[in-house]
């Protein structure tokens, strides 16, 4: 069965940059979109990136307003991986994040909550000052 693992969250302080991991117990990040999102105190969950199948779609990634330009998504088809790169982090970036796989194959991918399933446990960032 398929299932989805985030590691990489850590304190750190404003400004600084931390490397999430989803790594997935099947070889299917070539073929379905993977996400990230994120749940802040006192927020619902909210898109942050996404990256579309590299085969049989064209590999491309969006991101949420917040994080353009800071965060950077990108895949290691080879270890299973998808990676967000979290750079020049500020306090509004505290949440716990979570990957997730797109439920269909090959679709590309788009920042919406109802097109995920199989959910990581998720793992806590946090941006202090």
């Known amino acids: 069965q398929l299932k989805v693992v985030e590691s990489g969250g850590n304190v750190v302080q404003i400004g600084g940059s931390l490397r999430l991991s989803c790594t997935a117990s099947?070889?299917?990040?070539?073929?379905?979109?993977i996400g990230w999102f994120r749940r802040a105190p006192g927020k619902g969950r909210e898109g942050v990136a996404c990256?579309?199948?590299?085969?049989?779609?064209?590999?491309?990634?969006d991101y949420a307003d917040s994080v353009l330009g800071r965060f950077t998504i990108s895949r290691d088809n080879a270890s299973n991986t998808v990676h967000l790169q979290m750079d020049n982090l500020q306090p509004e970036d505290t949440a716990v994040y979570y990957c997730?796989?797109?439920?269909?194959?090959?679709?590309?991918?788009?920042?919406?909550?109802?097109?995920?399933?199989?959910w990581g446990p998720g793992t806590q960032v946090t941006v202090s000052s």
């Open positions: 997730a796989v797109d439920r269909i194959l090959f679709r590309p991918c788009i920042l919406q909550l109802d097109d995920y399933d199989f």
């Open positions: 990256i579309s199948a590299s085969n049989g779609g064209d590999g491309s990634a």
């Open positions: 099947l070889f299917i990040t070539d073929y379905y979109a």
